[in-house]
């Protein structure tokens, strides 16, 4: 499989802000850190975390100084835990629930759990058990993002024949390529899919589900279809002057520096992020410590409605990026050369008018539903009014007998873990479906707190849950 092309060492010495945020804990640190754990009965950690992952048994397993059990507890619940130990929203997850953060500091659940993967893969330990022997069912997955990594796993481990179907060259969805690169390196995700791959998955990338392959064969040839394509590329603004040279999506920025050395991408002096959300001050953080010289982000509401998380402003903040609020966009303005001169904002509260100057503008406003795509893929697929499948709560069920739906083209965008989460929670109604055995999967913690499917969850009818 091929990878991305990773920033040269002058590069990296040329970028030193591009390195990720966060560094490891050290062996003493994270043995001290995992010694302040209570280990609570019933952990409010374990209930917060969607994929179910076993704080308190992996953090006491670093404090015994089974750094290798403690991945284990991690990726069994959870596959893809070192790409979510560095992308999670902890704060708001498992620290934010952890009872310490009552009177004193949480414990650092994220880094702790950085520090367990990154052992073993690191030294190449494996900690999977062996998949169960083959059942003989052969499950097909749409997308080899997070929710279809987290099915695969699960499915695979229990002894389905899975196959990925992903229409890009590298798999692992915005973990590999639409991440910050000061938060997490490509790399940490390639590792992942590996590890799925380790299970006995298949993964064919290059290949588009609708144009190199008809839904229809997949529906015939396989037993069970997950699907798990995500969300489209990146939405348009809608005023004029926006199609043209120097406007373009963050998304694709971001892109650029996974896959480009990074004296190789483009960023100019003046750069302009039009956004409220996490890629909007990923793209803005990135531009500044690429070398932009200003690197401002608009958003057309006030900072508290943002949807980006406190820590990440104040990390952009810090890397000296500015931010104006209720900002609304009229025109993206150009000189008589065609050239990206600036954008015309009004205030949202006193209707000033003004130009904010710029020669690079990145677009983070969202990304599209795939409405469009599924409804071709599946015509009587039922979708609700956002345009998402509208799924079964607990098993992930479409309105489509056998096929299954998760991670963003289903919940509209959430986070990693929530896909990976969804992902697991499809493996299991499918076992279910197929086997007709209680669907207790291999890969899952023992106090995992992930909904099964519940008794006739079979019944669930999508079009009265649309109309309600
Ligand atoms: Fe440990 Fe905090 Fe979880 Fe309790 S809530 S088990 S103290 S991490």
């Known amino acids: 499989m091929a990878r991305p092309n990773p ?18 804990l050290s062996d003493r640190a994270a043995l001290a850190e995992s010694q302040r754990c209570l280990y609570c009965y019933d952990a409010p950690c374990i209930h917060a975390c969607p994929t179910g992952i076993d704080v308190p048994t992996f953090v006491k397993k670093i404090s015994t100084g089974d750094v290798t059990g403690a991945a284990k507890t991690i990726l069994t619940a959870n596959i893809l835990g070192a790409s979510c130990a560095r992308v999670c929203p902890t704060e708001v997850l498992c620290e934010g629930a952890c009872v310490l953060g009552h009177e004193y500091e949480p414990i650092q659940i994220g880094l702790l759990q950085r520090h367990a993967t990154d052992f073993v893969t690191a030294r190449g330990i494996s900690v999977l058990d062996s998949p169960a022997q083959a059942n ?24 389905h024949r899975v196959v990925i179907f992903e229409k890009e060259a590298l798999a692992g969805g915005l973990n590999t390529r639409g991440v910050a690169y000061y938060k997490m390196k490509p790399q940490v995700s390639l590792d992942e899919v590996r590890l799925v791959e380790s ?32 969300l489209g590329g990146g939405s348009r603004l809608g005023v004029p002057g926006e199609v043209g040279a120097g406007v373009r999506a963050a998304l694709d920025f971001i892109r650029d520096i996974h896959e480009m050395p990074l004296e190789s ?102 990304q599209p539903k795939q409405d469009q795509l599924l409804k071709s893929l599946f015509p009587a697929l039922a979708l609700n009014a956002r345009g998402c499948v509208l799924t079964d709560p607990l098993t992930a069920r479409t309105s489509i007998h056998k096929v299954f739906a998760g991670g963003d083209c289903a919940n509209g965008g959430m986070e990693v873990v929530n896909a990976v989460g969804e992902g697991k929670k499809a493996a299991m109604a499918i076992h279910h479906m197929l086997t007709g055995k209680p669907a207790v999967p291999k890969l899952q913690a023992s106090r995992s707190g992930i909904a099964r499917p519940a008794a006739g969850a079979g019944l669930w009818n999508p079009i009265r849950s649309a109309t309600h």
């Open 7 to 24: 920033p040269s060492a002058e590069s990296q010495s040329q970028f030193p802000l591009m390195e990720e945020m966060h560094g490891p």
């Open 265 to 366: 991408v483009s960023v100019r002096k003046t750069v302009l992020v039009i956004g409220g959300g996490n890629t909007a001050i990923d793209a803005v953080s990135q531009a500044k410590r690429l070398g932009a010289s200003s690197a401002t982000l608009a958003y057309r509401r006030k900072e508290e409605q943002m949807n980006a998380y406190a820590f990440e402003v104040a990390q952009a903040r810090a890397a000296d990026c500015r931010l104006i609020f209720e900002a609304n966009p009229r025109e993206v303005v150009r000189n008589d050369e065609g050239n990206l001169t600036g954008v015309r904002f009004t205030h949202a509260s006193s209707g000033m008018e003004w130009i904010e100057p710029c020669d690079q503008l990145l677009l983070a406003i969202g």
């Open 136 to 159: 003989g069912f052969r499950v097909a997955i749409i997308g080899a993002g997070p929710a279809g990594l987290g099915c695969a796993a699960d499915l695979a481990a229990l002894g």
């Open 199 to 230: 299970l006995g998955v298949e993964i064919r990338t290059g290949v588009n589900v609708g144009k190199d392959l008809h839904a229809d064969e997949l529906l015939s040839e396989y037993d069970a279809i997950f699907v798990a394509i995500g």
